[in-house]
């Protein structure tokens, strides 16, 4: 009978460690799989998965397996978006960490983790106060932690909380402690990476000018042995932004121009945009409006294809975000692969696991690249609705650019018909007249004389004006000096005195010279104006052109033609166009866009 009993409890106790190396082996299998289909990005797959693992870990009562469990699907529901879910997993995994004890270094790092996760998460949420507090939680755990590497990524991503809290002195402390680690065991990268970071806590504690730009000069030096070019770029970004905030203009302008020589920068272009819109910045400071102008339409370009609005609201945490949650992948992966390490001799019946999961997704990874086929195709069809909409645009501007250059080879085919031809004839006329009698010929003369001058300032004021003996502001006013003589009175007005016209394009200042060629001769020739007041000024970004007259107004009739030049240059300018009329006078303003 007791044999009998013996043989019963032996057989149960069999079943139930079989049981549970059973369900073991499945967890471990379900956990690989879930984490290789989230590191190719069928997120949803992986947390489908995520739920029976929970279920699995539940029935086995094990402590570290439960917080694993949560803790993973905390991982997977942060990256889809859902981050209240998120949330709720990571404190479920909290509280069942805090019953694991913390001899063994597996939990301990795995408490770390978790504390970190929570910092990083509640940080997206702009929960700055929660994640102060996990994050010190963090690094006191991993200051108990054996492995050096562990901790200098803690260290690391908890430090640009504290940065984020202004708490700079805390801030100091841990990144001088990761990149001493990272130092000592040769990792360049992330000794940079730290450096980056505690040169930004300095600038922001408000340090002097002097210990930030000792350390800044230090840490460059690290420049030439780092790969990453994000890692570079964070550091150039902050020294950027540094030099800028001392007025370093000319230093400012050299980190932008690193930054734009990195390889593989083109890749991101969001980058791009901010390094030129910032630089125009720079440039208009140093008094470089060339520049400023030429690096604002480069950074105009990149806009067409970056949602700026959006990207404007997160370029600020771009680079913080990106460490944290790069950082927070991998100690994840690595508390994965120290589980995988624990039971390498069960790999074999793994790898069939993962075969087994590999074929039983095939069919949901044909689904999901199909919806990306059809996702593609429409983002192609917008893409093409959009080219078309710019190249209706571009046709509109070039048939006015092509309408305002047929009009000035008109205008120069008009100029020289009436020197060449006209002028010609009445100088021979004039000559033949010679011969006549003394009373006649001088009558005559005098007349042809005076048809033969204003014939020729009308070829005169025909030929566009050439550009490059002078300035457009000199121009204008050797025009209206001329234009002035006798019966009214024409004043211009050019501010800043100083300002540097020479910056103008040849073009852009042609449209603007023939502007005001039209707006003063309709007020001389059609609305009887005694005074006409012309201004040029600076209001940058914009250059503003105001034409103003007493004269008695012009009706639409008469001014059509003049009035239609007039519109279609300030279109080729992209200006906006503003014109008034009544009997107590006229004026004509046009804002022409420089610098946006």
């Not at 997120?43 to 094990?62: H, M, N, V, W, Y």
């Not at 002195?169 to 841990?174: E, I, N, P, R």
Request: hydrophobic share 35%; glycine share 4%; net charge negative.
């Amino acid at each position: 009978m007791k044999n009998k009993i013996r043989v019963l409890l032996l057989a149960a106790l069999s079943a139930f460690i079989s049981a549970q190396a059973k369900t073991t082996q499945e967890l471990e299998q379900l956990t690989f799989a879930a984490d290789s289909l989230y590191s190719l990005g069928q997120i949803d797959a992986a947390l489908a998965i995520s739920e029976k693992i929970i279920r699995l870990a539940e029935q086995t009562g094990d402590e570290a397996a439960i917080t694993s469990s949560y803790t993973s699907q905390g991982v997977y529901l942060r990256s889809s978006g859902r981050i209240e879910e998120a949330v709720k997993a990571y404190d479920t995994a909290l509280k069942h960490a805090r019953q694991l004890p913390q001899d063994s270094q597996e939990n301990l790092e795995a408490l770390t983790t978790l504390y970190n996760n929570l910092a990083t998460l509640h940080l997206d949420m702009k929960n700055a106060e929660r994640a102060g507090k996990y994050a010190e939680e963090a690094v006191k755990l991993a200051e108990k932690c054996e492995d050096k590497d562990f901790r200098s990524q803690i260290f690391a991503v908890c430090s640009s909380i504290f940065i984020k809290q202004e708490k700079f002195s805390l801030a100091k402390t841990y990144l001088t402690k990761a990149a001493a680690i990272a130092h000592d065991s040769g990792q360049t990268d992330a000794e940079l990476s730290s450096r980056s970071y505690y040169l930004l806590a300095l600038f922001r504690s408000g340090a002097s000018s002097d210990e930030i730009n000792t350390y800044m000069d230090e840490t460059q030096k690290l420049t030439q042995k780092v790969q990453s070019t994000m890692t570079l770029v964070v550091f150039y970004q902050i020294q950027f932004i540094i030099r800028q905030a001392q007025k370093d203009y000319a230093g400012a302008i050299e980190t932008a121009g690193n930054i734009l020589h990195l390889p593989n920068i083109g890749d991101y272009p969001f980058l791009l945009y901010d390094i030129y819109n910032n630089l125009h910045l720079t440039y208009k400071e140093t008094g470089n409006y060339k520049m400023a102008y030429g690096t604002l339409l480069k950074a105009k370009e990149l806009s067409d294809s970056l949602f700026v609005d959006e990207k404007s609201r997160q370029l600020e945490e771009l680079s913080e975000k990106y460490e944290s949650q790069k950082k927070e992948l991998e100690l994840q992966q690595l508390n994965e692969k120290r589980t995988q390490e624990r039971h390498v001799m069960q790999g074999w019946i793994i790898g069939l696991a993962f075969i087994l999961t590999i074929a039983v997704s095939a069919g949901i990874y044909l689904l999901q690249r199909q919806k990306l086929k059809l996702e593609r195709q429409k983002r192609k069809a917008k893409e093409q609705e959009k080219q078309f909409e710019q190249l209706q645009r571009s046709t509109e501007l070039q048939m006015t650019h092509d309408y305002l250059e047929q009009l000035e080879e008109e205008r120069s085919r008009l100029a020289k018909e009436l020197h060449d031809g006209i002028c010609n004839d009445l100088l021979a006329l004039e000559m033949k007249i010679q011969s006549e009698s003394e009373n006649t010929k001088n009558e005559w003369t005098e007349n042809l004389k005076h048809t033969r001058e204003n014939i020729r300032k009308v070829s005169h004021a025909l030929l566009p004006p050439t550009f490059q003996a002078a300035t457009i502001d000199q121009i204008l006013r050797s025009y209206l000096n001329d234009l002035s003589a006798g019966r009214c009175r024409i004043s211009l007005i050019t501010l800043p005195e100083d300002a540097d016209w020479s910056v103008l394009p040849d073009e852009m200042a042609l449209n603007i010279y023939r502007i005001i060629q039209e707006a003063t001769g309709n007020a001389l020739k059609h609305a009887s104006a005694s005074v006409i007041e012309v201004s040029l000024k600076w209001e940058l970004p914009d250059l503003v052109l105001n034409v103003t007259d007493n004269g008695k107004g012009i009706s639409e009739g008469r001014k059509a033609t003049g009035l239609r030049s007039i519109k279609e240059r300030a279109k080729d300018l992209k200006a906006k166009l503003h014109i008034q009329t009544s009997e107590a006078g006229s004026s004509v303003e046009v804002t022409i866009p420089i610098f946006r």
